[in-house]
Structures are given as C-alpha cells and as structure tokens.
C-alpha cells in the first residue's frame, strides 16, 4: 500500500478546464480533448501544477456532464480514449498532474445501473438507487427539496416507487447504504487511476450518503435566513437528512483508501452545504485530502470579514486541513462581476488575482479567471442550463461563466471554434482574448503569470501559516510565515482610498497592485489595491 509521501498538492495552483467550452478542433461547436491538448502550452505558460477536467464521460447532457451515463468512457463529442491517454501523456510532459471530475453521488437516468434498477423490486441493481412508497395519498415520501427546484422525487411507473434525485429528475441518487454500490464506485476510481490520472475532484461529496428513514428536513430558522435563501425554496430548509450526515465521513475513507492503494493522487470534494462538516469530511490522513466550501464563491460583498471569518472561524479549529481557496468555477458569477458589476474592471481582476495567491489553500482558479473575464449577459434564446430555465430572467443560470475562452481576438469565434459555438462569444470577452493580453505587459494575463510565479517564489505563499491583523475599513491585512521568511500581506478590498500603519520592521515590498504609496510606516492604499512586505 503506498503512503502519502509526496504531498504535491499543498499550495498547487490547479487550473480548471469546462472541456465544452475550452477548444473546439473538430468543428462541431463543442471543445474536445484535441482541443485541450493544443491549448496546454497556454495553462503550462501560466504556470499552473495541475489542470482539473469537468467531466468529459458519455451523458445526455441534462446537467451538461453532471448526469454521467457511463463512468469508463469518454463522451463522442469529447473525443475517443486514445485522445484521453494522449492527453495525460502531454499533461505529464510539462510537468503537469490531471484531475478529473467524479459525479458518484447521482447517474444520468440513462446510465445502464438505473436502467436495470427501475425494472423491478428483485432485480440484482434493485436497491443501488434510493426508492420509497408513495404516500397513502400517492404525495412524495417526504419534505426533501431538489437543488433544482420542487421535490427531490419522481414517480417511476414501472417500479410504481418514487425515486430520490438531488438534482434534475434525470439524475437519480445511488444507494451508499448498499456496499454493491461503492464498491462499483471505488472501481471507477481506479479504473481511471490505472490510466494515469493523479486525482479528482468529487462532485457534492456531502451528499453520498442519506438518511435511511428518510426523515423530514428541519425548516431554517427564520433569523438565519437571506435574501438567497428566500430567492430559493430549497434553501429555506436544512439539508440534514438528504446529505450533510455525519455518517457521510465514511464514504470519504473508502475513497481516501482507494487514492492511498497509488503514489501520490489527490482527493479533494465539493462541500456546497453546511460548511461546518468540512473538517469531519476532509484533512488528516483518512479522510479526503482537502477541499473547498462556497463560503468565497457566493459572495458578493469582497469584504474583509468574509475572509477573516473563513480563516479564523471555520478553518482555525481544523490544524489537520489543509484547505483548497477559490473564487471561481462553473457553477458560479465570474468574480469580476460579483465583486465589481458591469463589462470587466482589469484592476479588480488583478487585485482578485493576487489576493487569492496570498491566501492559504490550493489555489482553485477557473479558464478565464486570468484574463479577467466578466459574466456573459445572455438572452433567454441562449440559456441551456436548467437553472436559468427555471428561474429566467430573475436568475439566469450558470451559462454566463461557461461560454468558450477567447483565444483570437480577431479570429471566427474568437479562435474557438470553426462553426457555431454552443453558447455565444460576446465581443466585450474578445476584446479580452489570450492573443491580445500576451501582447500587452500589463493586461490581466501577464499579472496572473506574476503572481503564480510570486507564490512558488516563496515558500510562505504556498504552504506557510495564516495570521489575520486588524484593520480599518475595507482593508484585509495578514502575514503568512514559513520556516525561513514571513510575509505581510495587505489589500485595500474596498472602492474608497484607505490606511494601514506597517508594524515596526516592515521591509521592502516584495509585489504590489495598483496604487500603493508608503510614507515610512503609514500605507496609502487607493481602491482596489494591495502590496506583500517582507517582515
């Protein structure tokens, strides 16, 4: 059994790719594994340790690859598995690690375990999904609500059951209660292992397991609840029982069992509900090796006690977790816009940038994410996701941080493809293009390669303590200390000029964005701004 000796991982920069959307090679207005591939030297040139694949297995694309109907392939439209193996073989050559996504806490209605299942209550796949009788009055079992909206149950008329899906009706929840079933997930696992692969990221990984007696969830009391929670009816409950168990730390160990049967892989999981069960899921020498909350990803505000809390409140009690930190993914607002609004702020780009180097974690940083790219405003005729189909124009999905990278400025499609792209290339994110930044100093792209380069340059940024310091205002001040330098890092968050006063032996400054002035220990820090001291 091999050990975790090499742990790679800790202060990685991990890039992650949406493979629809990334580089379209033949012609169909979808990207490919061929297209990853070509586009490489792009994410080996930012520096990058890792590249993190959305999911690229055959599915009816419901949920765009997060409805797999089968685990041990790749998607037509991605490509074949000789372009996969071609791909981790050019990944490795530039010194690189893959990650791929794993969906294991639901299927695509069409994935042949479903398929056998729902024939009949005595088939040997019976019980590897979550079905319940009905009601006396045929109502859903229980109170669960989809993430997607309505009951997390539909009515399947051959079982005359209702099934349990989290998501869309077409992504039914397996059973981790039934051994049969992880042990067909773990294999999964190393099917793709044994191809190569050096980890993944595991898709809602507080929701493997469920309450077996179905118990109702408990309302959200009413002092907890946000604007976001009544913008959506299912956060108005606690999600206790349909995942977030405690018993759910099981199903971490067996895949950190799995990861530890190879020489060094990474877990890390999505933990999108319940931040506070993060450290019973991850960290420490059995469970997950790491992973991230939505404490950053939903926030609008980029305020200093957003992170302050994350660091001091949620992450201090857990010494055995090394977390992951990001600002950005598929499933969320661009950053730009979030935190800024409007077309694009470069200098707010920047600022996001550099800060999320300085943070403790591995670094999580989404295609697009270095070239300040804002959300794509799209017209109803554009939108696929389902969530934008549901709550249009009130909430428009999640395709506005999906629509395919620009590469040529002045290129068909902006260099991503040679027909019509899935979702619309809007002009204010080619104007933003890769070709255009690479020739320019100092566009948003040229500061993302400082600032990863800043963060291997010095040991601290990448795996060193964290220490948040008062301060005033809007601005966010903390030191990251290793074994052979400590480092001071403040930035002004805020849309208003502000003040630190540096601690006495505060030196030179070691990196800075925007407009910083010292006058011996008083910083001026104007909008948007921020610098790294040596201390």
């Not at 790719?17 to 169909?28: A, L, M, V």
């Not at 009544?230 to 018993?247: C, F, S, T, V």
């Not at 799209?378 to 506005?400: C, H, N, S, T």
């Not at 030179?508 to 104007?526: N, S």
């Amino acid at each position: 059994m091999a050990g975790e000796k090499n742990e790679w991982w800790k202060g990685a920069v991990v890039y992650q790719i949406y493979p629809r959307s990334f580089r379209d090679t033949n012609g169909d207005g979808i990207g490919d594994l061929k297209g990853i591939e070509e586009k490489l030297d792009h994410v080996a040139g930012l520096g990058a340790d890792a590249i993190w694949l959305s999911p690229i297995y055959p599915s009816p694309n419901r949920d765009f690859g997060y409805d797999v109907s089968d685990y041990c392939a790749i998607a037509p439209e991605m490509g074949s598995m000789a372009d996969f193996d071609r791909l981790v073989e050019a990944v490795h050559e530039r010194g690189m690690k893959l990650i791929l996504d794993q969906v294991l806490a639901h299927t695509s209605e069409q994935h042949a375990w479903f398929q056998e299942s729902q024939l009949s209550a005595d088939n040997p796949k019976a019980d590897w999904y979550v079905w319940a009788d009905a009601k006396e009055d045929g109502t859903v079992p229980n109170n669960w609500l989809s993430a997607f909206g309505g009951p997390a149950w539909s009515w399947n008329p051959v079982r005359r059951k209702y099934y349990h899906h989290k998501f869309l009706k077409s992504q039914p929840k397996l059973n981790f209660h039934n051994e049969q079933v992880v042990d067909a997930c773990m294999d999964v696992l190393r099917f793709w292992l044994d191809r190569g692969v050096d980890g993944f990221r595991l898709d809602v990984a507080n929701a493997y397991l469920h309450d077996a007696a179905l118990t109702d969830n408990p309302p959200l009391p009413m002092d907890k609840r946000s604007f976001m929670d009544w913008a959506h009816a299912p956060r108005l409950q606690q999600h206790i029982h349909d995942a977030n168990m405690p018993e759910n730390e099981w199903a971490m160990k067996r895949v950190r069992k799995v990861m530890d049967e190879y020489d060094e892989r990474l877990a890390f999981g999505e933990f999108s509900e319940r931040p506070e069960m993060f450290g019973l899921y991850a960290g420490g020498v059995e469970r997950l090796h790491t992973g991230y909350t939505f404490d950053f990803l939903e926030d609008w505000s980029f305020e200093p006690p957003v992170f302050r809390a994350y660091y001091e409140k949620l992450l201090a009690p857990l010494s055995d977790l090394f977390p992951c930190v990001t600002f950005s993914n598929h499933d969320i607002v661009r950053p730009v816009t979030r935190w800024g609004g409007g077309q694009g702020d470069d200098g707010l780009a920047k600022l996001a940038l550099t800060l999320l180097v300085a943070l403790r974690g591995t670094v999580l940083m989404f295609q697009g994410e270095e070239l300040g790219l804002p959300e794509v405003d799209l017209e109803r005729k554009y939108i696929k996701d389902p969530v934008g189909d549901l709550y249009f124009p009130w909430v428009k999905g999640r395709d506005g941080c999906r629509t395919p990278m620009p590469w040529e400025s002045g290129g068909a499609e902006a260099g991503f493809t040679t027909a019509k792209p899935w979702l619309p290339i809007p002009d204010y994110h080619r104007m933003r293009a890769v070709d255009v930044q690479q020739a320019d100093e100092g566009s948003v792209l040229a500061h993302a390669k400082k600032v990863v380069a800043l963060r291997k340059a010095h040991p601290a940024l990448k795996t060193g303590t964290m220490s948040c310091l008062d301060a005033e205002g809007n601005v966010l001040a903390f030191t990251r200390e290793g074994e052979s330098e400590r480092l001071l890092c403040v930035f002004n968050l805020g849309k208003e000029a502000a003040r630190f006063d540096l601690p006495e032996g505060a030196g030179a400054a070691v990196f800075e964005v925007g407009a910083v002035t010292r006058h011996a220990a008083a910083l001026a820090l104007q909008p948007r701004s921020g610098a790294i001291f040596k201390v």
